[in-house]
């Protein structure tokens, strides 16, 4: 039987398991692969099945494996490679070769990961890149041919249902509404919960077409005039602004005396260490870490005014984030200007934890 959330479990060479005759595309007739029978544990029981989650987005590539362990699960292996599969992808309409290179890379390594840890169901996600893409299908369809990995391409509304499920659980306690939101490298996703029932319910939710590297090239922050640099960073706080419209009117009415707020994604967790002044990143320190606003915004403006080559001396920043972590700082204060929370929440979770919840609650069922 087919399970639209599942992909077959890997075989020794590396390519995702088929049954015999099976050659279906990745995006045509089933979008999910058929699951094979799985091995049963030596425990007998569910429990030591390991379940993977990955997520391909604009910026980064990122796997977690892991098995259920009461409420909770146990991390097995994880993996994260920043790839860049959005870069240039604004001018051309198309990933770049480069890019897809860089993708494909991660991805074997991923698949690799997938044999090895006998993965029993997993789930693989494409995001904005893949959507906005003109050739996102074809390179959907090349992952497959050369990594036996099968990427769904999921709509805005999934990708924040998914980060809502991941991370909703670091909220702060409250009776009004919260907002949580998820910054990524091509969009970012805004959804408003009611928190009063068991699992959060959506109210209200917004994806705006700019993350860290399309706001990024919209308007280069790379300029060695500090003028240039405040006019730059003005312009994509202005370009944000106007993508919010009508939502922030929205937000401003159910805005409370007690706004919570909780981030998720690579911006809230950068700098929230440069915050503790992490000599490197530790998660442990990150997750569930709340900030004062105030702080924050002390943070935005000082990278916003170093060039890119002293960013890059910030341990947790580095080369590979400097051109690209005042975007962030741009999308994350125009969303404080329209939540006014007194502290934000910071989440090293979201997709990838959402896609283990689901897969492990789905189980054996169909």
């Avoid at 029993?120 to 390179?139: D, K, L, Q, Y």
Wanted: neutral net charge.
């Amino acid at each position: 039987m087919v399970d639209k959330t599942t992909q077959t479990r890997p075989v020794p060479d590396g390519r995702a398991g088929r049954s015999a005759g099976e050659r279906r595309s990745p995006n045509g007739g089933d979008r999910a692969p058929q699951r094979l029978p799985a091995r049963p544990p030596r425990d007998g029981g569910a429990s030591r099945r390991n379940y993977a989650a990955l997520d391909l987005g604009t910026n980064n590539c990122r796997l977690l494996i892991a098995r259920p362990d009461g409420v909770r699960f146990t991390v097995v292996d994880a993996f994260s490679r920043i790839v860049r599969l959005g870069e240039g992808l604004a001018a051309s309409g198309e990933i770049s070769t480069a890019a897809m290179d860089r993708a494909l890379s991660a991805l074997s390594v991923c698949a690799d990961k997938l044999v090895k840890r006998n993965v029993h169901m997993a789930r693989s996600v494409a995001t904005e890149a893949c959507r906005r893409a003109a050739n996102g299908p074809a390179f959907v369809e090349r992952v497959y041919r050369e990594t036996g990995i099968k990427l769904d391409i999921i709509s805005p509304q999934e990708e924040a249902r998914l980060a809502v499920l991941g991370c909703h659980a670091l909220l702060e306690e409250g009776d009004q509404p919260a907002l949580i939101f998820d910054i990524g490298g091509g969009s970012t996703e805004l959804v408003l919960v009611d928190t009063t029932t068991p699992k959060p319910r959506t109210l209200d939710w917004r994806s705006i077409p700019w993350g860290v590297v399309s706001l990024s090239e919209s308007a280069p922050h790379d300029s060695a005039d500090p003028v240039a640099r405040a006019a730059a960073y003005a312009q994509m706080r202005a370009k944000v602004e106007d993508s919010l419209g009508d939502f922030a009117k929205a937000l401003g009415a159910a805005t409370g005396a007690d706004a919570r707020l909780l981030g998720t994604s690579g911006t809230v967790t950068t700098l929230a260490s440069v915050y503790l002044g992490l000599a490197h990143y530790e998660r442990r320190l990150i997750d569930g870490l709340r900030v004062e606003v105030s702080a924050m915004r002390d943070i935005c403006t000082m990278l916003a005014d170093q060039s890119v080559p002293e960013r890059a001396l910030q341990p947790c920043i580095g080369p590979e984030r400097a051109d690209l972590v005042v975007a962030g700082c741009a999308i994350l204060e125009t969303i404080f200007d329209i939540w006014p929370a007194a502290r934000v929440g910071v989440a090293d979770r979201g997709i990838r934890e959402g896609i283990l919840r689901q897969l492990m609650a789905t189980g054996e069922r169909p």
